[in-house]
T-cell receptor
């Protein structure tokens, strides 16, 4: 069965610090998709990124970057120069190619203090 | 604007009552989903539907029921058989099939049992 683990339940940083969120996954499929979502205090989940299992290139989007390592089954997310607006809960999720179901990790709450 | 709407935003239920949560999308997505989120936890899949007039149980379907009579609509009924229904409920949709199928989420309904 597929599983996603986000070991950090809460991270607190001061504005402009970098913060890295860990995500470790388990799957028996060779083809799968990994996602990161942001949940601000309003509650609605916002899609951030999708990564295919056969594409191990790291990605950067503005202050966000993602490090995908199949060898360690990890898909970590870094926010550079954090801002107060980054305060939210961040979820990592896994979808196996055979289905359309997402399995979510428990989430990491990020608190950025001014 | 295209998107997903959920109503109501807040819902209060007395014990023993059935309640129905609304979810509507105008994204022309084939697949729709219902998730439950408990405080400090990740999302758990209740039901999902890949096409009209068809739906499957997720990981925690007991005490819930759904229908999919129209492509745009996927209402969720929380029945009296659900022993602990107080939670935040999120509806989502995605294109299906296909690889470009990240899920888009609605704003959620917070259900409280009095």
């Amino acid at each position: 069965a597929q599983k996603v683990t986000q070991a950090q339940t809460e991270i607190s940083v001061v504005e402009k610090e970098d913060v890295t969120l860990d995500c470790v996954y388990e799957t028996r499929d060779t083809t799968y998709y990994l996602f990161w979502y942001k949940q601000p205090p309003s509650g609605e989940l916002v899609f951030l990124i999708r990564r295919n299992s056969f594409d191990e290139q790291n990605e950067i989007s503005g202050r966000y970057s993602w490090n995908f390592q199949k060898s360690t089954s990890s898909f970590n997310f870094t926010i550079t120069a954090s801002q107060v607006v980054d305060s939210a809960v961040y979820f990592c999720a896994l979808r196996e190619a055979a289905g359309n179901k997402l399995t979510f990790g428990g989430g990491t709450r990020v608190l950025v203090k001014p | 604007d295209g998107g997903i709407t959920q109503s109501p935003k807040y819902l209060f239920r007395k014990e023993g009552q059935n309640v129905t949560l609304s979810c509507e999308q105008n994204l022309n997505h084939d697949a729709m989903y219902w998730y439950r989120q408990d405080p400090g936890q990740g999302l758990r899949l209740i039901y999902y539907s890949q096409i009209v007039n068809d739906f499957q149980k997720g990981d925690i379907a007991e005490g819930y029921s759904v229908s999919r009579e129209k492509k745009e609509s996927f209402p969720l009924t929380v029945t009296s058989a659900q022993k602990n229904p107080t939670a935040f409920y999120l509806c989502a949709s995605s294109r299906f099939p296909g690889f470009n199928n990240e899920q888009f989420f609605g704003p959620g309904t917070r259900l409280t049992v009095l």
